[in-house]
């Protein structure tokens, strides 16, 4: 229920639309209810079962009343024209009642189709927005696929379950109710005896209606399963192939894609049992009245013509219980997808430290870009870590042990050991992808957690070992979240980050698309395109993640050169597995397992003997 309560939410955005939805299907109720007491005066009377009423009532104070004056219209119709003709004006007069109200069904259907998609559209932006300002610690614990199943696939699903059949839900009860309100009129005896056979329906496929929710729920997660292994599967294409694994791969698939099949085929059969159920159910409700029925007919308590009204009433409600069981199995379904996404919009984000952090833009935290103002802040850029530890998980190993680290203003301090030794963590720290587990950092003698999370990564440029782009233009990803740049700026940067060159030897220039993740281009032009970005941002702080790792000699001078510019006059934490990239750096800290073994200038740490020099000794091998 509270997660109908939340697709209410969004509804509240369509109000109007909304409205007049709910209007058209009243009324669409109104025309259907209406036809049913058309046909009960004029079966008696044209048939001869009922004598003609001659003579108008004093006054209607009562049913009965109002019976004798609509008998006694239908008397002076007869009477005025002739029996066939009176047949005629009848038959129109119910062409009429259902001409409008299909009418006024359509109209909901207009009404409804841009709420429900706009419903969609904004639950999915939702959905994405709140992806992205996640902290990196929950993608870890969350399979890629997964979460793009529920952003593509669930989030489709809510569509065609739940909001596709809102109209049913709106428009079936009025229906339901008004035709049973005649029934009641007519016969409350007979309509006990309907309502009694009805709830035992209701019984039936409200237990089906249970495990179809259960079953939707398995159903999604297992494609989620299903996207995670595709998108897996083509990111490691490359490895796949070489180790000629592509059999081993495709009956991974196979089996999961056949446990799919076994769960839809499960949960189509208990959906599509709804339907026939229902009618049968209806046809048996039908037989067990038509004998009741006929009893009262033959002792006189009924009139023919009452009888007939009312099982013409009485099929009024089986289509529309029909759909609206039908409609419940389809809320049912889909909210089992709709549960899957609310698990991922009801995460809290731990750093969010205010609602409008979580809605500014990236970039929108007052960073500057190339040509703007130049003069870093007094003070600013300065780094402390005070003891600080930290563990990915609360139940997990420590990866960092009592780090005690300073980074002045302007100074280059470079981060060295071996694989595993939380050189990257402490780089995710800074800009707060991660928090402390115990300490605290302060920049500027502040707690990072006192800053507003898009002023403080305003502050930093990050260059990482893999070269992240996007599948846009060079322009696009050079400005990538950052407002009021020009070309100019644009070109400099590129200049700087020696990109312009190659830039434009490629057919179309700053605006050519470079394929997703980059791949139109070489490693080398790649990591000069991110250094590009970093430059244009013009950031107080680096974060420089191996950026030279895997590019060759000449890629290698070129990077290195657009570094060492973009580093000067600038704090920047350098993170080295080529030691002979660092031996420039203010300070080089050594890390073993999470703990500082060392610190001191390159020179002082050859004369020391101690694991630097190893580490050196070892690449000069």
Known sequence: ???????????????????????????????????????????????????????????????????????????????RESREQALLYVCALILLSFLLKNLFRYLALFFMSPVRNGIIRDLRNELYTHLLHLPLGYFTEERKGNLLSRITGDVQEVESSILNVLEAIFREPFIIIGSLTFMIIVSPSLTLFVFGLMIFTGVVIGGIGKRLKRSSGEVQETLGEIVSRTEE?????RIIKSFGAEDYQSRRFAELNDRYRHRLVRLLWRR???????????????????????????AGTMEAGTFIAFIFAFYMVIDPAKNFSKAWYNVQKGLGALERVESVLDVKNPMASSSENESRPVGAGGARVLGGEATVPSGSGGIRFHRVGFRYRVDGPEVLHDIDLEIPTGKIVALAGASGGGKSTIADLLPRFYDPTSGHITLDGRDLRDYELADLRSRFGIVSQEAILFNDTIYNNIVFGMKDVTPEQVEEA????????????????????????????????????????????????????????ALDSESERLVQE??????????????????????????????????????????????????YRKLVELQEV
């Open 1 to 79: 229920m509270q997660s109908f309560r939340r697709l209410l939410g969004y509804m509240g955005n369509y109000r109007g639309l909304v409205a007049l939805a709910i209007a058209c299907n009243i009324l669409t109720a109104v025309f259907t209810v209406v036809s049913i007491p058309i046909f009960q005066p004029f079966f008696n009377l044209l048939f001869e079962q009922t004598e003609p009423v001659t003579v108008a009532p004093a006054a209607i104070d009562s049913l009965a009343d109002l019976e004798q004056y609509g008998g006694y219209l239908v008397t002076q119709w007869i009477a």
């Open 233 to 237: 599967s083509l990111g490691g294409l």
């Open 272 to 298: 599509d049992l709804s339907s026939p159920l229902t009618e049968f159910l209806g046809i048996a409700t039908v037989a067990l009245l038509l004998l009741y029925g006929s009893r009262e007919v033959f």
């Open 494 to 549: 590129a200049r700087v980050a020696n990109a312009h060159d190659f830039i434009i030897r490629i057919p179309g220039g700053y605006q050519s698309n470079i394929g997703d993740r980059g791949t139109k281009l070489s490693g080398g032009q790649r990591q000069r395109l991110t250094i590009a970005r970093a430059v244009l941002r013009n950031p107080d702080i680096l974060i420089l993640d191996e950026a030279t790792s």
């Open 562 to 611: 657009a570094l060492q510019r973009l580093m000067a006059n600038r704090t920047a934490l350098v993170i080295a597995h080529r030691l002979s990239t660092i031996q420039n750096a203010d300070q080089i800290i050594v890390l073993d397992r999470g703990r500082i073994i060392e610190r001191g200038t390159h020179g002082e740490l050859l004369e020391r003997g101690g694991a």
